[in-house]
């Protein structure tokens, strides 16, 4: 074991580290503000990487007809309520945003020749064609049962994550896809090669962790989550919609799992069920932050990272062992250091 | 008296149903298993729909690469289907577990699994199993026999972390050690894996002449392109397991001048004239090709049409023991199918016996490099 192959599995292990870091930061999200154990943040890293390359290969993505279908689910639910409760004014957006928007994506789609698209452009058809099913599904979803207990929404989030897997096929099949490379260039650092890629997962990540630091504490949307975060009464009681915060953290754990899907698209293949995999490391990460701490949990994610990198080298075969059995010393350590609190029910 | 026209009824659906050959199929045409399940679905769809005069039904039934619906699958078109003959499933761990119920109830299956171990070693169940794959030895044999007629010193080797990736290990480390092979490394990655650098470093800093990695469809890929991108510049050779298309897709540049074994159907069109494969694997090709379109053909319906081919063969032969859906016409099927000889398949030549039911030999098998992105025939 000499120094370039230290760096070199260093260098691997943070880049990997970064993307589960990212679905680490969503996990703790969604669960602080709406006691959700996501599974299905995942998916949306093969379906935001899937439909980059069925974009690129000139094919209209599957995920299209997902977002038609929801919006028009979403319409025909909230419009009966609307109709019923004659509140007249709030239909038109409510089409608009669920069944407009969608079907002019769709048009969109097939009118464009989207394999011939710059590649910023194609990225941003992607997160406006994926990132909207984050919010729909918590509505469909999760909403009905927000005041549920934690079991039942995590049994409700693994028939979510299995049904989206089941689509995943559907769309995209059974093989997998690798996109492009953003970048080409490569450097040299002490005696190793260092591809431009990497440096722009990492130089990525950071910026989208400094960007939802922002978001938490300059914004009112961003307060307003930790507002509910902390304490949901007390958050509803100051006028903040408990569905309002629901959404929004939902579509945040969308964008950021499409946007991992897309940095990661051009390091590997992945496959409609490879999320699934990223996102348990990403959990393991968050697990290490014990759910709660944002540092904690994007530092446990990069441990994951290196620990991978480091066993596939010295017992490939044992990798995933490795890792996932990290999860029971932390989980030990975590329940002999912090005080169990009941889940408290609403 | 409703009752009896019921019986009249069922017995006159029961007659017509006789003179009809059902033949049971289960693939898995979902699931992880689901690119080699497809172009075998796709060429159950081909095979002809009528045998000897008579008519013959297809009963095709998807067990989403799972083991338990595999053997559930079978059980169904045994027991309701009455089928005469089974064909699958896809993977070898399926069709080991329908060994038992097609034994139990003496119908012929025809397997599309791979591993040797589903007809051997010959035993009172194994009688009934057939199967259309090359085994993994024939392929390593191929594989070593390449290398060491190419200089090849020193070699390593990177496979799948589950039965597949373990078997060709076994097979590979044997046969190496007799032909005097050194093997420097030996890793292992998952098909999900997103990085496999720690054992591509691995591998590099021992320095082989050859590196052999044993995975199936486009996770196999992975392995390759690191390999380049960590600047390996020696031989890479590849398994029977990733001879289709979506492989060549995702590996792209990065496997040109790979090397891997495959049945002859991948290259029909390059076969030497003499090659008694040459034709029947040729017009398995044109017929699949004229409904999935030009370069769609793969090694895994090829499969599937042999199993076809085989059925072919014996069915006729089998009608003289007894009527479709009868005890005898299986056992007949049965009889007629080991006693296959010189028969071309997509594949190769079937030659059956007792302890034989696969029945290839090295005519099953050719060398492939990939050229320009399409497969090519190693000389």
């Known amino acids: ?346 | 008296m409703r009752k009896k026209t019921m019986i009249a009824l069922l017995s006159a659906i029961a007659a017509t149903a006789q003179a009809d050959i059902n033949v049971g199929v289960t693939l898995s045409a979902t699931g992880p298993a689901a690119s080699l399940g497809i172009p075998e679905k796709n060429t159950i769809d081909l095979l002809p729909r009528s045998i000897a005069g008579q008519k013959v039904n297809y009963i095709v039934l998807d067990d989403a690469s799972d083991t338990t619906t595999a053997v559930k699958n079978t059980r169904k078109l045994i027991s309701e289907n009455k089928v005469d003959v089974v064909i699958g499933s896809t993977t070898t761990p399926n069709a080991l577990a329908m060994i038992d119920v097609a034994a139990e109830s003496e119908t012929p299956m025809i397997a599309l699994a791979a591993s040797a171990r589903i007809v051997e070693p010959m035993d009172e169940k194994r009688r009934w199993v057939f199967k259309t794959p090359q085994n993994d030895a024939q392929m390593a044999t191929a594989i070593i026999e390449h290398m060491t007629s190419n200089n090849v010193k020193t070699v390593a080797y990177i496979g799948f972390a589950d039965a597949y990736g373990e078997g060709w290990w076994n097979e590979f480390s044997k046969l190496a050690e007799v032909r005097k092979l050194k093997v420097v490394a030996n890793e292992r990655f998952n098909r999900t894996d997103t990085s496999v650098t720690g054992q591509v470093l691995k591998v590099l800093a021992a320095r082989p002449d050859a590196i052999l990695i044993g995975g199936a469809g486009t996770p196999a890929a992975l392995p390759q392109k690191s390999l380049k991108e960590k600047g390996y510049k020696g031989t890479i050779y590849q398994t029977h397991g990733v001879a289709n298309n979506d492989f060549l897709r995702i590996c792209g540049k990065d496997c040109e001048g790979t090397l891997l074994p495959s049945g002859p159907v991948l290259v029909a069109a390059q076969l030497p004239a003499d090659n008694p494969v040459r034709q029947t694997a040729g017009d398995y090709v044109a017929r699949y090709e004229a409904v999935h379109g030009k370069g769609s053909v793969n090694a895994f319906g090829g499969y599937a049409w042999d199993a076809g081919v085989l059925l072919g063969q014996a069915i006729p032969l089998a009608l003289r023991k007894g009527a479709p859906g009868s005890r005898e016409f299986r056992a007949g099927l049965r009889d007629a199918l080991e006693a296959t000889r010189s028969l071309p398949g997509a594949h190769g030549v079937f030659n059956m016996s007792a302890n034989d039911h696969l029945g290839f030999d090295q005519r099953a098998r050719v060398m492939v490099t990939i050229r320009d992105g399409a497969w090519q025939l190693a000389r």
């Not at chain 1, 969503?26 to 990487?49: D, M």
């Not at chain 1, 991992?260 to 999320?275: M, R």
Request: charged share 10%; net charge neutral.
């Open chain 1, 1 to 346: 074991m000499d120094l370039q192959i230290l760096l070199l599995l260093g260098q691997d292990g943070i880049t990997n580290g970064a993307i589960y870091a990212l679905l680490a930061l969503a996990l703790v999200l969604v669960f602080a503000v709406t006691r959700v154990i996501f599974i299905p943040q995942g998916e949306f890293v093969a379906y935001g990487a899937l439909t980059l390359a069925a974009l690129q290969a000139g094919k209209v993505p599957g995920t299209i007809w997902l977002l038609v279908a929801l919006g028009a689910t979403i319409a025909v639910l909230d419009g009966f309520r609307l109709l019923r409760e004659k509140r007249y004014a709030k239909l038109p957006p409510l089409l608009i945003f669920n069944v407009g928007l969608p079907l002019l994506a769709a048009a969109g789609l097939f009118a464009l020749p989207a394999g011939d698209l710059p590649l910023w452009l194609q990225v941003t058809i992607t997160m406006l064609v994926v990132v909207p099913l984050g919010p729909m599904i918590y509505r469909l979803a999760f909403q009905p049962l927000a005041s549920a207990p934690v079991l039942v929404l995590l049994i409700v989030s693994v028939a979510v994550h299995v049904a989206m897997i089941g689509l995943g096929l559907l769309f995209f099949g059974a093989e997998g896809s690798r996109t492009p490379p953003f970048t080409e260039i490569s450097f040299e650092l002490a005696g190793a090669p260092l591809q431009g890629q990497t440096v722009l997962v990492v130089v990525a990540s950071a910026a989208l962790i400094i960007g939802l630091y922002f978001f938490f504490e300059r914004t009112i949307y961003g307060k307003a989550l930790r507002a509910t975060a902390m304490n949901r009464t007390g958050a509803r009681l100051m006028g903040i919609p408990p569905a309002l915060a629901g959404k929004l953290c939902l579509t945040l754990a969308a964008a950021i799992g499409v946007f991992s899907g897309i940095l990661i698209a051009p390091i590997t293949t992945i496959y409609y069920d490879s999320g699934f995999l990223i996102g348990l490391k990403g959990f393991v990460g968050a697990i290490i932050g014990g759910l709660a701490s944002y540092p904690v949990a994007a530092l446990g994610a990069i441990l994951v990272g290196l620990l991978e990198s480091f066993s596939s080298f010295y017992a490939s075969a044992f990798k995933e062992v490795i890792v996932f059995t990290l999860i029971i010393p932390v989980l030990l350590w975590r329940s002999l250091t912090s005080r169990h609190v009941e889940e408290e029910e609403e």
